[in-house]
């Protein structure tokens, strides 16, 4: 199975920052990778798919980049309410849609 | 605007099959569009994809939980269900459905690809 890896596990910035999370997969998957925001206590919210599509809805500040086996989320710049938990996830054709172990992200 | 739902009990006893069911509403399950899943996340951990379902009855498990899992769809009732065999402690989790967007690989093969929309999820409890 491929195996995904995220880097830091947390992090905290100030209000206004950039902030780039990175998650890796143990083999290449194309562009075949979405990120997620989960805020506590809540559901996960789909940020972005296809490595670099932003959902419907969610802020130009997040953006996402990559492709094969490393990919970038960057927020541009840090707001209150992006105090969440991050994950990529992966769906290159063959199952397990596996999920990244998640990066912490609250404010500094 | 696309609503998921779970519903199921709260508590399971070691060994017994913990089951559940998500209810679709705004949108028809039986869409070619998409698949219809489950997810699940221990407290304070990460989420893990336990396995998913087409309209048809086709579906995706994890290998880490295939030999316990049984999936199933009820297009009549807009539904589909999860049942976990043999549950222990380590089953203990908020249980999230979600619809799982259904793309074509560069084979022509059908699969899934991330999930849009989630229900709230619900936790289940094994415990005697």
Request: hydrophobic share 30%; glycine share 10%.
């Amino acid at each position: 199975d491929i195996q995904m890896t995220q880097s830091p596990s947390s992090l905290s910035a100030s209000v206004g920052d950039r902030v780039t999370i990175t998650c890796r997969a143990s083999q290449g998957i194309s562009n075949y990778l979405a990120w997620y925001q989960q805020k506590p206590g809540k559901v996960p919210k789909l940020l972005i798919y296809a490595a670099s599509t932003l959902q419907s809805g969610v802020p130009s500040r997040f953006s996402g980049s990559g492709s094969g086996t490393d990919f970038t989320l960057t927020i541009s710049s840090l707001q209150p309410e992006d105090v969440a938990t991050y994950y990529c996830q992966k769906y290159n054709s063959a199952p397990p849609f596996t999920f990244g172990p998640g990066t912490k992200v609250d404010i500094k | 605007q696309l609503q998921l739902q779970e519903s199921g009990p709260g508590l399971v006893k070691p060994s017994e099959t913990l089951s559940l069911t998500c209810t679709v509403s705004g949108g028809s399950i039986s869409s070619s569009s998409y698949y219809w899943g489950w997810i699940r996340q221990p407290p304070g951990k990460g989420l893990e994809w336990i396995g998913s379902i087409y309209y048809s009855g086709s579906t995706y498990y994890n290998p880490s939980l295939k030999s316990r899992v049984t999936i199933s769809v009820d297009t009549s009732k807009n539904q589909f269900s999860l049942k976990l065999s043999s549950v222990t402690a380590a089953d203990t989790a908020v249980y999230y459905c979600a619809r799982h967007v259904a793309y074509y690989d560069s084979s022509g093969y059908r699969t899934c690809g991330y999930f849009d929309y989630w229900g709230q999820g619900t936790l289940v409890t094994v415990s005697s």
